[in-house]
């Protein structure tokens, strides 16, 4: 896959936006090992440091196309022996699953600690619970997801009886992201597992700590004849896109998303592309102002600290309101946060270097617009919860998916005004309201096109059992969560049966005048036509 070469759109100068792939210049341990359960690789970025000594011991590490061939072949063989279709199988593996999240639940919040500062309780609610309910949905529901769905026929077909049943794709790739580096890796494998599917996860190298876990975790409780891990970067990343999949799922930028597009067409593989934006919250003043900031603030700054494809990316409210909603949001931070939140043990950190740069430049660029917060820490990698008001439109922080704790907050003399504003943007992954005027929700719902929308709340909605995930244009193509998940892996195939009886010869020549007729009367559901036509009478 030279021409989509991955390593040519990501530069550690690049912004990345939301998610895998960020480059980064630290020397992790190398190590490989590729067996039946997973494959840990060297990272892209070596150390320089290592280079003249172990020349030979880096070239045995490559993940390359060869290997990747290799790894898919195999599953997929073990997939077409069947055994990945049956209904037990597909319930031991959601069993290891709970299973695992029981038992291992302190070391993956360890793991989330280590990558992104992730409190505890924040890691079990964004991530654990969220990774268990999705198994218990699976577990209670599977039997009836498999049903095949009865369709009726018509009289063109009589007699006869059809169906639209659910066959796994086959062999399917998770591409993975680092700012919920377990649920987002979890939640589609369990979807794939869910359909029937062999499933390869590729973890993102930017949360190491739960990248190694997730493939030490899934070779003890899974099937490895049929499911695994790859670790790795870019390299190892490009060498997985250059192979046949039966689906590729992808979360991160939609930079990468493109790629991974353009790769999957070579093989035209269908793909979903869970990707981000700046997902607006438009603010009117008639709303319970205690209530609307606290929920604000649940959805940017005690959602990984801002970096959440779905976090409140920008608010929009009318002028003369915004020094109230302002006052409120600083009181509310305090009492989450503290008086000096770079210190608070609630808060997550930045997840690297390089995004910590990029934040601090987006926020360089309007300092003289800071109204709240803007202290930095780069030693902790982080970024006090900063808003600024009314920032230029062409100013950096309002073109791109900002993915951290600043909160820009655009004024309007008239809250509609803010539909427009909206609209000048790429369609976001979710959009929020906050109003009690009826009228106001029901224009914002049915003028504002985003993946999602939630009224008077935020992020919640992604939690929400029986409502899809998933973006539109920019931010994303296809969806999943729960039964969506299932059917996102799954092949509809329609199945239609028929006896032996009943052969008429209408269908077949010669074509007569009087088989015209009658097959026109049966086709336009005239009955009293039909019944003529069957007595030879015109």
């Keep these: 896959m030279k021409s989509l070469s991955l390593g040519s759109f990501l530069v550690t100068s690049a912004p990345v936006g939301s998610r895998a792939f ?6 992790f341990p190398k190590q490989l090992h590729f067996n039946s359960s997973s494959v840990v690789l060297s990272p892209y970025s070596r150390c320089y440091a290592t280079l003249s000594v172990v020349p030979e011991l880096e070239e045995k590490q490559i993940f390359d196309g060869e290997k990747a061939a290799l790894l898919v072949k195999e599953l997929r063989k073990n997939f077409d022996s069947g055994k990945t279709k049956s209904y037990e199988w597909r319930v031991s593996q959601l069993e290891g699953i709970a299973k695992m999240l029981e038992e291992k639940e302190k070391e993956i919040a360890e793991a989330l600690y280590k990558d992104l500062s992730k409190p505890a309780l924040e890691a079990f609610i964004t991530e654990i619970s969220q990774a268990k309910g999705s198994c218990s949905e699976a577990l209670q529901e599977l039997k009836e997801w498999m049903k095949p769905e009865k369709v009726n026929t018509s009289i063109t077909t009589y007699p006869s009886s059809a169906e639209i049943v659910s066959e796994p794709l086959g062999v399917v790739l998770v591409i993975s992201t680092w700012n919920f580096p377990f649920l987002l890796s979890m939640d589609p494998v369990i979807g794939a597992i869910s359909a029937g599917n062999a499933v390869v996860l590729k973890p993102s190298e930017i949360a190491p700590a739960t990248s190694s876990l997730l493939a030490n975790l899934l070779k003890n409780y899974l099937d490895n004849s049929a499911i695994r891990v790859v670790e790795g970067a870019v390299p190892e990343t490009t060498a997985l896109l250059d192979q046949k999949w039966d689906k590729i799922l992808y979360t991160g930028s939609a930079r990468v998303g493109r790629i991974v597009m353009a790769a999957a067409a070579k093989h035209l593989t269908p793909v979903v592309l869970e990707l981000g934006g700046k997902c607006p919250a438009v603010v009117d003043s008639d709303t319970n102002l205690q209530v609307t900031a606290r929920r604000i603030i649940g959805g940017k700054w005690a959602c990984n600290s801002g970096q959440a494809c779905i976090s409140v990316d920008y608010i929009i409210t009318k002028k003369e309101f915004a020094p109230k909603l302002i006052n409120a949001l600083k009181e509310e931070l305090e009492q989450c946060f503290g008086k000096d939140p770079i210190k ?8 690297s270097p390089a995004q910590f740069a990029r934040l601090a430049k987006l926020l360089d660029e309007v300092s003289d617009k800071i109204v709240l917060g803007g202290q930095k820490d780069e030693n902790k990698l982080k970024i006090a919860p900063t808003i600024v008001l009314d920032v230029p439109q062409e100013a950096m922080i309002m073109q791109e998916e900002i993915f951290g704790p600043i909160l820009p907050i655009i004024t309007v003399d008239n809250i509609k005004d803010s539909f427009s504003i909206i609209k000048s943007k790429p369609k976001p992954l979710a ?13 914002y719902v049915e003028n504002i096109s985003s993946g999602g929308m939630l009224i008077n709340d935020t992020v919640l909605h992604v939690a ?13 193509m296809g969806s999943y969560h729960g039964k969506f998940s299932f059917d996102s892996f799954s092949h509809k195939k ?3 049966y028929r006896g032996f009886e009943a052969d008429t010869s209408l269908r077949y020549p010669p074509y007569t005048p009087e088989k015209e007729k009658l097959l026109k009367a049966i086709i336009g559901g005239n009955i009293f036509g039909a019944i003529l036509g069957f007595l030879g009478w015109s």
């Design 22 to 27: 960020a480059v980064t210049r630290k020397c």
């Design 344 to 351: 608070s043990k609630d808060m997550s950190r930045i997840v």
């Design 431 to 443: 959009a929020y309201l906050f109003a009690n005027n009826e009228q106001l929700k029901k224009d």
């Design 494 to 496: 329609s199945v239609l």
């Design 464 to 476: 929400t059992r029986g409502l899809p995930f998933g973006g539109v244009e920019e931010s994303g």
